[in-house]
Every structure is written in C-alpha cells, then in structure tokens.
C-alpha cells in the first residue's frame, strides 16, 4: 500500500493541462483563461455622472447653504446614452442623469436631494431655473474616464479562472468568446453482475447503480463533462471493450472490480490493456483504488489515457473521487488549487483506528463561541451512503494515531456545499 500523498503525486504526475478552445463567454464560467486579456478602451469611456442630479461649475456654488441657495440657469437635460450638445457656462447648469456623459465646462454634479428639484417636482413643469443649496468640489458625484479600466492595460491575466465578475468584464469590454482551457470529457464505467440500470425493475440478488450517477455528478460539480456508459458485466471480453470505449475520453473512471474478490477483474483487464502504477492506498475507506493508463489504439498513434479505477462501496468510491479524480480534472483545466478548506473541530465522538490506515470519517459540523464541533453522521459503514448526504465534511484521523478521544482536536476537510454552515 501507498500512502494517500503518494498516490495523489502519482495521478498529479500523470495528468497535463488540456488545450484550449475559444468559445461563448457564458459558457467559459469556471474555465481558465489561456491567454491575456487587453482593453481596446478606457471604461468608463468619458466623464459621467454618478448620480442624478445637475451638471454645474463647482467654483459658481461658493456660499450656498441651505436657506441661502445659488441659483442657476437649467439649459439643457442630458440622459444616459445621450450627449449633450450644450456646454455649462457661466451662471447655467445642465440636468443630468446617472451614467450620463459629463457634458463640456462642468467639473461637478449636485444631487437632486441638494436643490429645490423635489420642491417642485409634482407641479408638472420644467423649471428654467433651479436652486442649489449645497458648495460642490472639483469631481464630485462624477466617475472619470478609465477610473475602471485603461486603454491597453492587461485587464484579465492568462490562467485567470473565469468567475461571474470577470464574465462581466469580458462583456464590459465588448468581447463576446473567450480563449480556455477546456474541461475534460470523463468517462464513468461501472462494473458487476450485481448492477441495475436505474431505470430498471429490480430483480433478486440486483442494487441499483448508484455510483455512476454520484461519480458523474462530481465530474459536473469539479468542472468536467461527464459520459456514462453502460454497465460492464464480471467478464473479460465485455469489460475489455467497454473499457476500450471509455478510453475515446480524457480520463477513464470505473467503479468496482479493484479489489481481491474472485470477480474483481478490472484491474486484470487494465493490465493487458495498459499498465497499472497502483492499485491499494493506505486510507479507509477506499484502500482498493486502482491507477495507471489505458493504451489506445487509433489509426498510428497510441493514444494513453489516464485510468481512475474506484471502489464499488458508494461511501469508498465518492471519497477516493474527492481525494484523487477531482484533483486530477482541476489540473487538466488548468487550476493549481486543488486542496478542499479544512478546519479545526472537537469532537463529539471518540474515532478508533485499528489498523493504520488514514481514516476519513463522516461528519457534521457545528459552531458556538468555543469553536467547531464535529459529530459523526452515524455508522461509518462504506456502503451508507447517506453518511455522506449528512455530511459537511471528513474528519481526518493519521495513519500512526490509533485513537482520537471525544474531545479532542481534529482537522476537518470541508465537503462540497458545507459554506451553507458558516
């Protein structure tokens, strides 16, 4: 057996960084940037208003306070989108709205709130003149040209991952596809006689395939593109070419069939078909976990795709997903950030480890004034799936400790959806 830092190198190792693929922005959430992104144009694109208001000279306003207002000549209205044809001059001030670009010889925006507009806003006429009661300085209530972003400036750098935000400033900078790493396509092999499609009655002695659909669900949630593919039955010539099937993909991950059972022939297969670098690593659950490279034929060249062999227990096969694949899928679109947060809890329960193996358990976390709790999420069987459903994250006890005591400390590896807690 290896360790869980062994094997994680291992997989890491293997893997490369996919080509990128340029595409819709909107359909680039989450992916990386595989080029640098330069603005054509400064945004804002000219002086603007940041508020509704008045365009006026600021020097014009010295002395006005409430009760004692300067009044000014309104000469013109200016709405966002628009122009101004009208510059502000002596003794005048041009109506603006919020967006609105400044017009020519105004340096300044009063608000409506500090002028007599609302006084006379439901008498139904325009007003030639408007009073303000308030002094202004140079810019005020006024967003400046490139305050935001500056022609020729490196706006968004290679590598970025493109979150909601910078979507926008792709859009703001009129850019409508962008150039990414693109995801990897996945294929999801289950494997065993014992397996029913979901869609299937249930026959004696048969369990629904639950794992694909776990599996290809954190596949979508970590960024990829999932493909199931059908069951493989506990023989050789089917698995060998549902494997040579999957191996069209990226990556290759199945579940079942790695362990010592008699009709646990995965791995014997993936050795005739490829070569296997591992295939037991010291942690519970998940020790029969089975990589290395599927070889695939295609016209002259031998193409190798990496192989994922997980365990058939759910609870096994969604760790070792979390511990290895999603890793694995981060860094071939590109992302170097693949540790899950953890944090520091007490907990509840006591946790044996009897035979030195990392142990990954099922827990739920709470918070008070002392900190985080951690409680089991109920019996640590592998094949509970809803240990997992129940759970914020995994508490993690080292292979060389045998006992964690109720009340002790543990470190806690978030799980997917555990920011709701915080």
């Not at 945004?43 to 509704?52: C, F, G, K, L, V």
């Not at 970590?222 to 069951?231: A, E, M, Q, T, V």
């Not at 760790?319 to 694995?328: G, L, V």
């Not at 060389?400 to 543990?410: F, R, S, T």
């Amino acid at each position: 057996m290896i360790s869980v830092e062994e094997a994680l190198e291992k997989i890491l190792a293997t893997v490369s960084r996919l080509e990128p693929e340029e595409k819709a922005i909107l359909d680039c959430l989450d992916q990386v940037l595989d080029e640098d992104v330069v603005a054509g144009f400064d945004i804002p694109p000219h002086d603007n208003a940041a508020m509704d208001g008045y365009a006026v000279r600021s020097k014009e306003l010295s002395g006005a306070a409430d009760g004692r207002p300067v009044y000014l000549d309104v000469i013109g209205e200016v709405a966002a989108g628009y122009v101004s044809n009208k510059n502000v001059i002596e003794g005048t001030a041009i109506r603006i709205m919020t967006g609105a670009p400044l017009p020519g010889g105004a340096d300044a925006v009063v608000r409506f709130e500090d002028s007599d507009e609302l006084e006379h806003k439901d008498d139904g006429k325009r007003r030639g003149k408007i009073g303000i009661f308030t002094t202004a300085g140079k810019g005020q209530n006024i967003r400046s040209r490139g305050e935001d972003i500056q022609s020729g400036s490196i706006v968004l750098k290679k590598n970025t991952v493109l979150r909601p935000s910078e979507i926008g400033i792709l859009a703001s900078l009129g850019k409508s596809r962008a150039k990414v790493i693109r995801r990897p396509v996945v294929s999801i092999l289950p494997t065993g006689d014992e397996l029913c499609n979901v869609d299937r009655p249930l026959s004696p002695g048969k369990i629904y395939d639950s794992n694909s659909y776990a599996i290809a669900a954190s596949v979508l949630k970590c960024g990829g593109i999932p493909r199931l593919l059908d069951i493989a039955r506990d023989s050789m010539k089917p698995l060998k070419a549902q494997i040579s099937h999957g191996a069209e993909a990226d990556m290759l991950i199945t579940s079942g069939g790695v362990s010592v059972g008699d009709y646990d022939i995965v791995k014997d297969v993936l050795s005739q078909m490829g070569q296997i670098d591992f295939w037991t690593v010291r942690m519970k659950p998940g020790k029969p976990l089975a990589f290395g490279l599927v070889k695939k034929q295609k016209r002259n060249l031998v193409k190798e795709v990496p192989h994922l062999g997980l365990p058939g227990n759910p609870v096994s096969s969604m760790i070792t997903f979390e511990q290895f694949a999603r890793p694995a899928i981060l860094k071939m679109m590109g992302k170097d950030n693949f540790a899950r947060p953890t944090v520091t809890a007490t907990l509840d329960q006591a946790i044996k480890n009897n035979d030195g193996r990392r142990i990954f358990a099922r827990v739920r976390l709470t918070r008070d004034a002392e900190g985080w709790h951690a409680s089991l999420t109920g019996p640590q069987g592998s094949g509970i799936l809803t240990s997992m459903s129940a759970a914020d994250g995994l508490a993690i006890v080292p292979e060389d400790c045998p006992l964690v005591k109720a009340g002790e400390k543990v470190k806690v590896q978030l799980l997917e959806g555990s920011e709701y807690i915080w």
